[in-house]
């Protein structure tokens, strides 16, 4: 019993000891972080297809919307999420898909989630290319060809895709930034490139119209963190 007991009594005779000054010192400390705490906790926007969260927002850049890419109507391939730089006037505005194609270079960003196994990197880069090339169109027809081999080459030399890989398209004003899982990084000077992505989700022919829709109704309805 006094065995038990001594800890006790150790702990409290600990405990009267303490400034109170210090008590004092330490609750401020932990008022005045709260802000920044709440400012960087980031919540998560769930696609409801997939169940694939994306982050509400990634690099400054806020999420206007998600989506799902499905092969023969069945296959999920993957979750894609668009970002929006905070300050771009997109937000609030009832944006129409030409003005996303003008305004959002050099603001933006695609995630996208890898959902299905049979999603490889070699599958994944010919289906961008099939959707890239023809976008293509203020280029010479040679240019076309090169330039669309260079972005297949890119996810060719990069490593292997897998249920849950995550690819983030950054569309900055003059070129396309490629980045695998945060380990590969590839930045194609090519602003043609990085048009002509945008161009395959947003232009009147969108491989996935229903994420276009998403992100418009998102860029209308939220006013972003500016």
């Known amino acids: 019993m006094a065995r038990t007991a001594a800890p ?13 000054g210090l008590l004092l010192s330490a609750a401020t400390l932990v008022w005045t972080m709260l802000p920044n705490l709440q400012h960087h906790s980031i919540a998560a926007v769930r696609e409801p297809k997939t169940g694939i969260e994306f982050p509400d927002e990634l690099h400054k850049r806020d ?50 989630v890898i959902t299905s196994g ?10 961008l290319r099939e959707s890239v090339e023809p976008r293509l169109t203020h280029v010479k027809e040679n240019m076309q060809t090169k330039l669309a081999e260079e972005l297949e080459r890119v996810f060719i030399n990069g ?30 000077r090519r602003p ?30 939220k006013q972003g963190a500016l």
């Open 192 to 221: 043609e490139l990085m048009h002509a992505v945008l161009a395959a989700y947003f232009d009147k022919d969108a491989v996935i119209p229903a994420f276009k829709d998403a992100v418009l109704t998102g860029l209308k309805e």
């Open 63 to 112: 999420l206007a919307g998600v989506g799902v890419k499905r092969r023969f109507g069945v296959l999920k391939q993957y979750a894609i999420g668009m970002y929006i730089d905070q300050s771009n006037h997109l937000w609030g505005a009832t944006a129409k898909p030409e003005q996303v194609l003008i305004n959002a270079p050099g603001h933006a960003s695609l995630r996208v």
């Open 159 to 188: 490593p292997d895709l897998t249920r849950g890989t995550e690819i983030v398209l950054g569309l900055e004003q003059k070129s396309l930034k490629v980045q695998v899982d945060n380990q590969y990084k590839k930045t194609l």
């Open 118 to 127: 049979f999603v490889s990197k070699e599958s994944f880069a010919a289906a």
């Open 8 to 20: 006790v009594k150790h702990l409290r005779r600990s405990s009267q000891i303490v400034p109170l």
